[in-house]
């Protein structure tokens, strides 16, 4: 078994280029999500981040998130760095929910009153809220018309 010096060196040796995408494809470990990972110094670090990390000159300890360009490539295993991204907290929130990744997005319908969830934007910021129009409705009758 060949010893791979480098950072760069391993994560090549376990990528297979798809030529219809052009998707780095990693082969090696992958966690739970379907995300790569390779070890850095003792510690499992996620492929997309040691390729931002390469190839885009993040430092590996950085607080920006690595996220995917969904209309290049929606492999979670890929990591091209033409097909990443660096981004904040909002940003990988807001992706997630507009994928239809994090958890409560998948819900369509809300639980108390069975009525479909709406999305908007937050007043003045870039997060994404995600609301019931029955339950709101409801609730703001009920605050306009209680008694005093």
């Given amino acids: ?69 969904d209309e290049l490539c929606p492999n979670r295993h890929c990591c091209n760095p033409d097909h990443i991204y660096l981004g904040d907290q909002a940003d990988n929130y807001n992706d997630s929910v507009l994928k239809g990744t994090h958890n409560q997005a998948r819900k369509k319908f809300c639980p108390k009153c069975g009525g479909a969830y709406s999305t908007k934007r937050t007043d003045g910021g870039s997060r994404l809220e995600r609301y019931c129009k029955n339950c709101t409705r409801r609730n703001f009758l009920k605050r306009k018309y209680k008694k005093k």
Avoid: Q
């Fill in 1 to 69: 078994m060949p010893n791979y010096n480098t950072l760069k060196e391993r994560l090549k040796n376990k990528i297979i280029i798809d030529p219809i995408t052009n998707c780095w494809l990693f082969m090696g470990a992958r966690d739970s999500s379907g995300y790569g990972n390779i070890d850095v110094n003792g510690k499992m670090v996620s492929t997309h981040r040691v390729s931002a990390h390469l190839f885009l000159g993040m430092p590996l300890d950085s607080i920006y998130h690595v996220l995917h360009k």
